[in-house]
């Protein structure tokens, strides 16, 4: 069984073409701008059989086309490995495309099986320094290198994302330092940056948890602008999303 949160039929952000979205619960991470901090203790949700997901998964096939699929994000979609893998299995069996959308904090032998099962890793780079990251997400950013190690040394076909946070991750040296680190991945298909925005605040309201970044605007054209130049010659595809 499978702890999910919430699906997105027709969701076009998170992977190729038209998925069906599986926001599962849990997470390690504590995000300053996480859009989904219900998502985040491994109590909420709801136990969903596997069958359960891939039939509904069965019923969209038609919609998928050649590229679509189904995409599980979160939360943070490794800490049900084991659930996820048998997920996959099932779902490569039916022809259908994966994607697992991943911070990378988590790896052991179960991730490594889920991982066989997998077409892409979204795989999101929270910030390059490592005190940045923490503050950013209450944890180390050292699994997240290892983890995009293991995908590297496995070509494993990986989209990085990165969320640009003005005044928090968009200074010119992180995202020099991002380009850098990452620059010779070759199973790296894409970057994608992903602007900054407050669509999860209201959440914070209904738990009672205080908003932390109330204070930072949404970024300008010329912000994601300056992003997309200096990280473009980085990588074989740079896609504002
Ligand atoms: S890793 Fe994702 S789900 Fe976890 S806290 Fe951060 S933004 Fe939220």
């Not at 039929?9 to 926001?23: A, C, E, K």
């Not at 911070?103 to 890793?121: C, F, Q, S």
Request: with cysteine.
């Amino acid at each position: 069984m499978l702890r999910v949160h919430s699906y997105e039929s027709m969701g076009t952000h998170d992977g190729p073409g038209l998925r069906l979205v599986v926001f599962v619960q849990g997470c390690r991470f504590n995000c300053l701008y996480c859009a989904n901090p219900d998502t985040i203790s491994t109590m909420g949700g709801k136990e969903t059989s596997i069958e359960e997901i891939v039939n509904m998964a069965k019923s969209q096939k038609a919609f998928f086309g050649t590229k679509g699929g189904v995409t599980v994000s979160g939360g943070e979609p490794t800490l049900q490995a084991a659930e996820l893998a048998k997920l996959f299995k099932a779902l490569k069996e039916e022809g259908i495309n994966t994607c697992l959308d991943t911070n990378g904090n988590n790896m052991n032998d179960e991730v490594r099986e889920l991982l066989e099962y997998t077409d892409t890793v979204l795989l999101d780079i929270k910030h390059m320094d490592p005190a940045q990251h923490k503050y950013i997400t209450g944890r180390s950013n050292e699994n997240t290198f290892k983890f995009a190690n293991y995908l590297k040394e496995h070509n494993i076909k990986t989209w990085l994302r990165y969320v640009l946070v003005p005044g928090l991750s968009d200074q010119e040296e992180s995202l020099q330092s991002l380009g850098e680190y990452f620059k010779d991945y070759e199973n790296i298909e894409r970057l994608e940056i992903l602007p900054y925005h407050t669509l999860g605040k209201h959440k914070y309201e209904v738990m009672n948890r205080k908003y932390m970044l109330e204070d930072v605007p949404s970024n300008t054209e010329e912000q994601l602008e300056k992003a997309f130049n200096i990280l473009n010659p980085y990588f074989k595809y740079v896609q504002v999303n």
